[in-house]
Each structure stands twice: as structure tokens, then as C-alpha cells.
């Protein structure tokens, strides 16, 4: 720009000749210039500001958009986050102890109706009842035709009727997906998978809950998306479990009897490898519980869990083991047998006489009630509670099961010196078959406390407290070998496994008080094999009755010895015992010459 | 110097700009990307589920044993008894192999008659 000088040469020069003050010249100048300078500092500062606003505008304009983009878009999970797998969701799988499927899901689907979306009711209505026969039309007309606006019409459905539905065509009839729980072995092991149901319900899902047995039990870890689908181990063996349910379905049928239980017991780690009770049910299909009569004969009923019955002489072998173990006898003491026994208003006899006196271990192998009664004496009602508890017999047996705390042993409220003897021939307390078990595999490995469990562990277990010495557990097995090979358990011989094992009978408890004389539970506790125990088997009848002689026969030795040796000589070799040859018989050489 | 700060940070900008916009749109594909992965495992799995529950369905024991008592005359399957445990020494040795003959004598018997012979 040219700059105006202040003092212009030829203005001065003009106003000097005209006698003017130059000086109000260059003030004029001064204050132009100065107007000047003024309007370009006002016209910078306003485009700065200008230009400072649009930034402004500019920028809370894009806060603002942004503002109303997020509130008006759906709601987002960041996904940048790898998202879980979506079928780990799903409740877990139970296996056996080698990995079999015991319980797995089936995804299906359900079929619900939303009636105001229906074009033709009645065809709807007509062709549904043709698919189900089950559903009723007319109700179904009425539903489809009146003011509902939502209806289930099936919980489950397979995919053949799904396609069916399909093909009606009707846009009213719409589908959820449904998880079902199917258990693919039927009945096997049904009391012990227990069942499931469904708990709440919506059209997109449905809540599987348990409501038996280790389904129940273990319902929160089973559903726990935290375990990604980990399944639940137990420690059944899924091929012995269905040799055990089959022998003990014919044996209950050849014996007559009205119910049976069998619990297969690893003796070192308690670990049950089969349990059953007959007669079952399927859990794909679980009965309804009994609404009237007694709940022990219902097929839900875990005889061998819940069922808490006076087991009999079988636990004669825990009075005897106790008092060797107390130094009080050996097993060549000899004991009065001389029955009957009399014992205040009491008589305690024996199945027949077996002569005046008896070595402690022909107590055991002939079974003699007086014998015992009188060796419970030596020991006493204290000595004797505090050992059976110490084998878990006063409290419920802390298998993994909802069922067991039903299962409390029925002890004497008052523990006389009679109830001690009744005790030691197995009456007067009602166990369950899994206390038994547990006792006796106590017995069995050598004296250590035995916790039944139902689920399977890699890892070596602790062992458990010890309840007997080791040489009293030995002379107990080698008591019980003696009641096969020449007691009351003689059928109970299986070549090459050496079982050992105390039959018990025991008469049935009127509701009304006292016995019945024709009503027994017969069990067999065994131990196998003898030299060195490994399995514990007790196998109870319930009721049972032999009819092949000449009268009937009701006695363990005759019943469940005959179904527990054959389940035996099943289920050893699947457990992978190898049979010892016990006596190499010679094979005869005769020379003859012709 | 002041100048070349200014364009060096103004293209450092863009770059950055052009990196963060292409980063963006190549996790947007992982993020794709492992989402239908986890659809097809999540497939896979439900197929997979469906299979071990079918195998273990018609591997139920009650089916296996009547297949085996209904094939019994072409299988002869038994279960598994005590008997069906051999002892080492129940096992033959394998038979040692016959040497191979290397000084055979051809022996013919053409034209010979039976009952004819010396």
C-alpha cells in the first residue's frame, strides 16, 4: 500500500504561502491514518471471530449429531470383545466313568399359536389334531377362535411333525426353539440321573432344571456357563451298571420278588461303579410321584438310596470284626450257641440249632443269632454305637444324591443292652443298602473309613480314617470267604473270583408293629476277591421267594446269593479281573494198554 | 522452519488419519470374521452334539443286546464271562517255517497206470 506521508512537501509549502499552520496538515494526516489503521484492526478482529465461531459451530454441531446418531441407534454391545460360543450355553452332559453319554440335550422345537395372526382357524384346528391325535379339536377351536392371544400347543416337538406343522401353511402357528434333555440309555441308571423338567418358560427359551437324583444335586454346576460345557463325570460304569440292572431284573423275576437293589462299590475310593433298584422308570418319560399309598413302591422310589431296611445277619460280620479288633475273642474262641437266649421278656434263637458251642467264625459261617448276641454282650451298647458310626451307620450315607438325606438310618432311640444284641444280627437298625456297601468295603480295604460317592476322580483319594486294624479286617474277609465256601452263602461260589460275603435275612416290620413271617428282605454282602478285595457287592430282594422245592423258600442263601454270584461272574470280567485259578486241578492221567 | 514443521505435522496427521481409518476397517473384518467362526463352531458343536447324542442312543445296551441275540447265529456273541480270560501259555507258538526244499527230485508219473507198477 503507499503510505501517505504525514508532512506532504507541496501542502506545506501551499499553506506556508498562505500563512496556515502546517502543523493542523499533518494532524489531519496523523488522524486519517489513524482512522485507517483503526477500521483494519476492527475488520481482522471481526473475520477472527467469524472464522472462531464457524470452528465452534462446526465442531458442536458434530457433537451434536453424534449425540442424537447414538440415541436414536439400537443399543450395541462393543463387538470388538470375541464373544463366547454360544452352544457352550447349553446345559452340561453327564458321562459315565469312561466317558459314555448318560445325559445329553436334543434341540428341538415348541409349537405355539398366536390366534389374531390366523388366517383359517378351523383348518388349523383340523389338520393340528390330525398330527396330534392327543389334542382335543373342539377345545382347540375355541382357544384359536376366542380372545386369547397366546397358546402353547406342544412343548416338544420332533422334526417330522415341525415340517408337518410347516406344511399347513398357517402363519398363526409359529415355532421356539426347546432344549430337551435326553437320556439315550432308557432306564439304565434312572434313579440315579433322577430327571429333568423345564422351569421357566418363554417362547425364544426355556430353563431346564433338574429335578432328581445328580441332576438336581448338581443342577447349578450342571447349568453354570462358567464350566464351558465341562461334563459332569460320575462314576458309574455305564456296561456294568446295564449287566447289573439285567441280572438283577431276572433275578427279581425268578425269586419272585416285589422289588430289588444292587450297589457295586470300588472298596478303595468308595467310588459307586453301578447302582440299581428295580423296578425303575424311564427319565425321559418321568411317572408322576404317587399321590396316594406307600411312595416306597413307586418306581421312583431309590431302594437303594432311600429304602433304609433292617439288613440281618449281614451285620453279624461287623459285631465279630469289632471284637477281634477289641482283643475281646479270636476267630477260635468258642462261644455259647446254646439257644434259646433269654434276655428279660426277650428270646433270641437261632434258624435251628447249631449244638452248644461254636468257634467265633462258625458263628459267622453257620450264622447264629445267639452266638452273636452273645459276643454284642462282650462289647457293649457304647463300644458298639461309637463303631458304628464310625462305619457311618447313625447318619445318612453323603452320596452325591438329593435322595439321601432321606435316607436316615432308623437307630433304637435308646441303645439297651438288648437293642445291642438285635443290633448285632441286624435288627433293630435299618440301614440303607449304600450304608452297607460302605461298611463293608471299610472291611474290605483293610479298615479305612470308605465315603460313598457317585463321582469319578483321577486323582488317588486321601484314605479315610482308620476303623479296624488291618490283621481284624483280614480275619473278617477271610470269616466271610468261609460263608461261601462252606456256609450259608454255598451258591454264592464263583469259580476264580473268591468271593466272600455274609448272606442276611430279615423278617419285614408289620406297620403295625412286629414282624411278618412270610415277608422278608433277603441280602447279600460281598466282598470279591477274597485275597485281595477290590469290589464291594450288595445285592437285596425285597420279598423274595424260591418255589422250586417242595416248600418255599425265603432265605438269602436261596434268593439273593444266586442273583449276586451271577452278577459276579457278569460283571468281573467287565471290570477287567482276571479269574485266579484258586486249585490248578490235575488233570488225571490213567495208562491203560489194550 | 517453521513451515516445514507445520506441513511435516499436518502429513503426519493424514497419515495417521489414513492408518487409523484403514485399521479400523481391517478390524471390522476380523470382528466379521470371528463372529461367523463362532457360528460355524457354534454349528459344528450343535451337529457334533447331535451326533455323540445319536451314537449314544444306538449304542444304548439294551439295543446292543438284541442285536447280539438277534445276530447271534452269524456273530455268536456271548457276554463277556470269566472263561473268555486265556493264560499266555494257552497261546501255540507260531510254527517255526518250513524250509524252502532246494534239492527236489522231479517225480513224473506220466503214462504210469495205476496196479501196473513193479
Same mark, same amino acid.
Given at each position: 500500500?503507499?503510505?501517505?506521508?504525514?508532512?506532504?512537501?507541496?501542502?506545506?509549502?501551499?499553506?506556508?504561502?498562505?500563512?496556515?499552520?502546517?502543523?493542523?496538515?499533518?494532524?489531519?494526516?496523523?488522524?486519517?491514518?489513524?482512522?485507517?489503521?483503526?477500521?483494519?484492526?476492527?475488520?481482522?478482529?471481526?473475520?477472527?471471530?467469524?472464522?472462531?465461531?464457524?470452528?465452534?459451530?462446526?465442531?458442536?454441531?458434530?457433537?451434536?449429531?453424534?449425540?442424537?446418531?447414538?440415541?436414536?441407534?439400537?443399543?450395541?454391545?462393543?463387538?470388538?470383545?470375541?464373544?463366547?460360543?454360544?452352544?457352550?450355553?447349553?446345559?452340561?452332559?453327564?458321562?459315565?466313568?469312561?466317558?459314555?453319554?448318560?445325559?445329553?440335550?436334543?434341540?428341538?422345537?415348541?409349537?405355539?399359536?398366536?390366534?389374531? #395372526?390366523?388366517?383359517?382357524?378351523?383348518?388349523?384346528?383340523?389338520?393340528?389334531?390330525?398330527?396330534?391325535?392327543?389334542?382335543?379339536?373342539?377345545?382347540?377351536?375355541?382357544?384359536?377362535?376366542?380372545?386369547?392371544?397366546?397358546?402353547?400347543?406342544?412343548?416338544?416337538?420332533?422334526?417330522?411333525?415341525?415340517?408337518?406343522?410347516?406344511?399347513?401353511?398357517?402363519?398363526?402357528?409359529?415355532?421356539?426353539?426347546?432344549?430337551?434333555?435326553?437320556?439315550?440309555?432308557?432306564?439304565?441308571?434312572?434313579?440315579?440321573?433322577?430327571?429333568?423338567?423345564?422351569?421357566?418358560?418363554?417362547?425364544?427359551?426355556?430353563?431346564?432344571?433338574?429335578?432328581?437324583?445328580?441332576?438336581?444335586?448338581?443342577?447349578? &454346576?450342571?447349568?453354570?456357563?462358567?464350566?464351558?460345557?465341562?461334563?459332569?463325570?460320575?462314576?458309574?460304569?455305564?456296561?456294568?451298571?446295564?449287566?447289573?440292572?439285567?441280572?438283577?431284573?431276572?433275578?427279581?423275576?425268578?425269586?419272585?420278588?416285589?422289588?430289588?437293589?444292587?450297589?457295586?462299590?470300588?472298596?478303595?475310593?468308595?467310588?459307586?461303579?453301578?447302582?440299581?433298584?428295580?423296578?425303575?422308570?424311564?427319565?425321559?418319560?418321568?411317572?408322576?410321584?404317587?399321590?396316594?399309598?406307600?411312595?416306597?413302591?413307586?418306581?421312583?422310589?431309590?431302594?437303594?438310596?432311600?429304602?433304609?431296611?433292617?439288613?440281618?445277619?449281614?451285620?453279624?460280620?461287623?459285631?465279630?470284626? #469289632?471284637?477281634?479288633?477289641?482283643?475281646?475273642?479270636?476267630?477260635?474262641?468258642?462261644?455259647?450257641?446254646?439257644?434259646?437266649?433269654?434276655?428279660?421278656?426277650?428270646?433270641?434263637?437261632?434258624?435251628?440249632?447249631?449244638?452248644?458251642?461254636?468257634?467265633?467264625?462258625?458263628?459267622?459261617?453257620?450264622?447264629?443269632?445267639?452266638?452273636?448276641?452273645?459276643?454284642?454282650?462282650?462289647?457293649?451298647?457304647?463300644?458298639?454305637?461309637?463303631?458304628?458310626?464310625?462305619?457311618?451307620?447313625?447318619?445318612? @450315607?453323603?452320596?452325591?444324591?438329593?435322595?439321601?438325606?432321606?435316607?436316615?438310618?432308623?437307630?433304637?432311640?435308646?441303645?439297651?443292652?438288648?437293642?445291642?444284641?438285635?443290633?448285632?444280627?441286624?435288627?433293630?437298625?435299618?440301614?440303607?443298602?449304600?450304608?452297607?456297601?460302605?461298611?463293608?468295603?471299610?472291611?474290605?480295604?483293610?479298615?479305612?473309613?470308605?465315603?460313598?460317592?457317585?463321582?469319578?476322580?483321577?486323582?488317588?483319594?486321601?484314605?479315610?480314617?482308620?476303623?479296624?486294624?488291618?490283621? @481284624?479286617?483280614?480275619?473278617?474277609?477271610?470269616?466271610?470267604?468261609?460263608?461261601? @465256601?462252606?456256609?450259608?452263602?454255598?451258591?454264592?461260589?464263583?469259580?476264580?473270583?473268591?468271593?466272600?460275603?455274609?448272606?442276611?435275612?430279615?423278617?419285614?416290620?408289620?406297620?403295625?408293629?412286629?414282624? &411278618?413271617?412270610?415277608?422278608?428282605?433277603? @441280602?447279600?454282602?460281598?466282598?470279591?476277591?477274597?485275597?485281595?478285595?477290590?469290589?464291594?457287592?450288595?445285592?437285596?430282594?425285597?420279598?423274595?421267594?424260591?418255589?422250586?422245592?417242595?416248600?418255599?423258600?425265603?432265605?438269602?442263601?436261596?434268593?439273593?446269593?444266586?442273583?449276586?454270584?451271577?452278577?459276579?461272574?457278569?460283571?468281573?470280567?467287565?471290570?477287567?479281573?482276571?479269574?485266579?485259578?484258586?486249585?490248578?486241578?490235575?488233570?488225571?492221567?490213567?495208562?491203560?494198554?489194550? | 522452519?517453521?513451515?516445514?514443521?507445520?506441513?511435516?505435522?499436518?502429513?503426519?496427521?493424514?497419515?495417521?488419519?489414513?492408518?487409523?481409518?484403514?485399521?479400523?476397517?481391517?478390524?471390522?473384518?476380523?470382528?466379521?470374521?470371528?463372529?461367523?467362526?463362532?457360528?460355524?463352531?457354534?454349528?459344528?458343536?450343535?451337529?457334533?452334539?447331535?451326533?455323540?447324542?445319536?451314537?449314544?442312543?444306538?449304542?444304548?445296551?439294551?439295543?446292543?443286546?438284541?442285536?447280539?441275540?438277534?445276530?447271534?447265529?452269524?456273530?455268536?456273541?456271548?457276554?463277556?464271562?470269566?472263561?473268555?480270560?486265556?493264560?499266555?501259555?494257552?497261546?501255540?507258538?507260531?510254527?517255526?517255517?518250513?524250509?524252502?526244499?532246494?534239492?527236489?527230485?522231479?517225480?513224473?508219473?506220466?503214462?504210469?497206470?495205476?496196479?501196473?507198477?513193479?
Amino acid at each position: 500500500m503507499i503510505r501517505t506521508p504525514l508532512r506532504p512537501l507541496a501542502r506545506i509549502l501551499k499553506a506556508r504561502q498562505k500563512g496556515e499552520n502546517p502543523d493542523a496538515i499533518e494532524s489531519e494526516n496523523k488522524r486519517l491514518r489513524h482512522e485507517s489503521m483503526r477500521d483494519g484492526a476492527r475488520l481482522r478482529a471481526e473475520g477472527r471471530l467469524l472464522v472462531l465461531g464457524a470452528v465452534f459451530f462446526v465442531a458442536f454441531s458434530a457433537i451434536g449429531i453424534k449425540m442424537g446418531v447414538i440415541a436414536n441407534s439400537v443399543p450395541e454391545e462393543p463387538t470388538a470383545v470375541a464373544t463366547g460360543n454360544p452352544i457352550i450355553g447349553q446345559r452340561s452332559n453327564i458321562i459315565d466313568r469312561n466317558g459314555r453319554i448318560l445325559a445329553t440335550n436334543l434341540d428341538t422345537h415348541s409349537l405355539y399359536a398366536q390366534p389374531q #395372526q390366523m388366517i383359517d382357524p378351523e383348518l388349523a384346528a383340523e389338520k393340528l389334531t390330525e398330527i396330534f391325535p392327543e389334542l382335543d379339536h373342539e377345545r382347540l377351536l375355541k382357544d384359536f377362535t376366542g380372545s386369547r392371544k397366546f397358546l402353547w400347543i406342544r412343548r416338544q416337538i420332533s422334526p417330522e411333525q415341525m415340517q408337518a406343522v410347516h406344511d399347513i401353511g398357517e402363519p398363526g402357528l409359529l415355532f421356539g426353539p426347546r432344549e430337551m434333555r435326553l437320556y439315550p440309555n432308557g432306564p439304565i441308571a434312572a434313579h440315579i440321573l433322577g430327571g429333568a423338567s423345564y422351569g421357566r418358560e418363554g417362547v425364544d427359551s426355556a430353563e431346564v432344571i433338574g429335578v432328581a437324583g445328580v441332576e438336581r444335586q448338581f443342577d447349578s &454346576y450342571l447349568r453354570d456357563p462358567a464350566n464351558e460345557g465341562a461334563p459332569l463325570q460320575l462314576s458309574l460304569d455305564l456296561t456294568v451298571q446295564a449287566a447289573v440292572e439285567e441280572v438283577l431284573a431276572g433275578g427279581m423275576m425268578l425269586m419272585n420278588a416285589k422289588g430289588a437293589a444292587a450297589v457295586l462299590m470300588d472298596v478303595h475310593t468308595g467310588e459307586i461303579l453301578s447302582m440299581a433298584s428295580l423296578p425303575d422308570f424311564d427319565p425321559n418319560n418321568r411317572p408322576r410321584v404317587l399321590t396316594q399309598g406307600d411312595q416306597s413302591d413307586s418306581p421312583l422310589f431309590n431302594r437303594a438310596v432311600q429304602g433304609v431296611y433292617e439288613l440281618g445277619s449281614t451285620f453279624k460280620i461287623l459285631a465279630v470284626s #469289632q471284637a477281634l479288633d477289641l482283643g475281646l475273642v479270636n476267630p477260635e474262641t468258642m462261644i455259647d450257641t446254646q439257644g434259646p437266649l433269654r434276655w428279660g421278656r426277650f428270646n433270641i434263637n437261632d434258624f435251628h440249632s447249631y449244638g452248644p458251642q461254636n468257634s467265633v467264625t462258625d458263628v459267622i459261617v453257620k450264622s447264629s443269632n445267639v452266638g452273636t448276641a452273645r459276643i454284642a454282650l462282650l462289647i457293649g451298647p457304647e463300644r458298639q454305637k461309637a463303631f458304628l458310626d464310625s462305619l457311618g451307620f447313625l447318619n445318612p @450315607t453323603g452320596i452325591e444324591m438329593p435322595e439321601a438325606r432321606a435316607g436316615q438310618p432308623l437307630i433304637p432311640r435308646q441303645w439297651s443292652e438288648i437293642s445291642t444284641m438285635t443290633i448285632s444280627y441286624g435288627h433293630g437298625l435299618s440301614a440303607s443298602p449304600v450304608h452297607l456297601a460302605a461298611a463293608y468295603a471299610s472291611i474290605a480295604n483293610g479298615g479305612h473309613r470308605v465315603i460313598p460317592t457317585l463321582i469319578h476322580s483321577d486323582q488317588p483319594r486321601p484314605l479315610g480314617p482308620s476303623v479296624m486294624r488291618p490283621e @481284624t479286617a483280614q480275619a473278617a474277609v477271610s470269616m466271610m470267604r468261609q460263608v461261601v @465256601t462252606r456256609g450259608t452263602a454255598s451258591f454264592g461260589e464263583v469259580p476264580g473270583y473268591e468271593v466272600a460275603g455274609k448272606t442276611g435275612t430279615a423278617d419285614k416290620p408289620r406297620p403295625t408293629g412286629g414282624y &411278618y413271617d412270610d415277608k422278608v428282605i433277603a @441280602t447279600f454282602a460281598s466282598v470279591f476277591p477274597a485275597s485281595n478285595p477290590r469290589y464291594a457287592l450288595v445285592v437285596t430282594l425285597d420279598e423274595p421267594v424260591e418255589t422250586s422245592g417242595t416248600e418255599p423258600r425265603r432265605t438269602a442263601g436261596w434268593t439273593a446269593v444266586p442273583v449276586a454270584a451271577e452278577m459276579i461272574r457278569r460283571v468281573a470280567p467287565l471290570l477287567g479281573i482276571r479269574p485266579i485259578i484258586e486249585n490248578p486241578e490235575l488233570v488225571s492221567v490213567s495208562l491203560n494198554s489194550h | 522452519m517453521r513451515a516445514i514443521l507445520v506441513v511435516l505435522t499436518g502429513l503426519i496427521v493424514v497419515a495417521l488419519g489414513f492408518w487409523a481409518y484403514r485399521e479400523n476397517y481391517a478390524t471390522q473384518q476380523a470382528i466379521k470374521e470371528v463372529r461367523e467362526l463362532h457360528a460355524a463352531i457354534g454349528a459344528g458343536h450343535e451337529r457334533l452334539n447331535m451326533l455323540d447324542a445319536e451314537w449314544a442312543y444306538l449304542n444304548r445296551p439294551d439295543r446292543l443286546r438284541d442285536l447280539a441275540d438277534l445276530n447271534f447265529e452269524r456273530l455268536g456273541l456271548l457276554p463277556l464271562m470269566p472263561e473268555a480270560f486265556g493264560r499266555v501259555d494257552q497261546i501255540s507258538y507260531p510254527m517255526p517255517e518250513q524250509l524252502p526244499i532246494l534239492n527236489s527230485i522231479e517225480v513224473s508219473s506220466d503214462n504210469a497206470i495205476q496196479g501196473e507198477g513193479l
